[in-house]
Nanobody, 114 residues
Framework: VQLQASGGGLVQAGGSLRLSCKAS????????MSWYRQAPGKQRELVANSTSGGSTNYADSVKGRFTISRDNAKRTVSLQMSSLKPEDTAVYYC?????????WGKGTLVTVSS
């Protein structure tokens, strides 16, 4: 399984970014996909989750600002981030649980300047 994330960068507070994660080596359509993030000095936390059935869940801190979506045909899960805040600054990781283990992509850095 490989998860390749892209789309991070530097943005001003109030701005938007879109992260994408392309998966390979797995049956994407039956797998839940998640985005996590880890800010400097903090533990990694779940940001959003998309189940194979299309349900989504969000951390309270991002509800109403972030949207997770998936394209099974393209094997891609995306995270649209709007109204970004400096506290959203973190390395964002794509994640799935497949064949009895967790898989992580290399993180993509999102920096929100005030």
């Amino acid at each position: 399984v490989q998860l390749q994330a892209s789309g991070g960068g530097l943005v001003q507070a109030g701005g938007s970014l879109r992260l994408s994660c392309k998966a390979s080596g797995m049956v994407f359509s039956i797998s839940a996909m998640s985005w996590y993030r880890q800010a400097p000095g903090k533990q990694r936390e779940l940001v959003a989750n998309s189940t194979s059935g299309g349900s989504t869940n969000y951390a309270d801190s991002v509800k109403g600002r972030f949207t997770i979506s998936r394209d099974n045909a393209k094997r891609t899960v995306s995270l649209q981030m709007s109204s970004l805040k400096p506290e959203d600054t973190a390395v964002y990781y794509c994640n799935t649980f497949y064949r009895l283990r967790a898989w992580w992509g290399k993180g993509t850095l999102v920096t929100v300047s005030s």
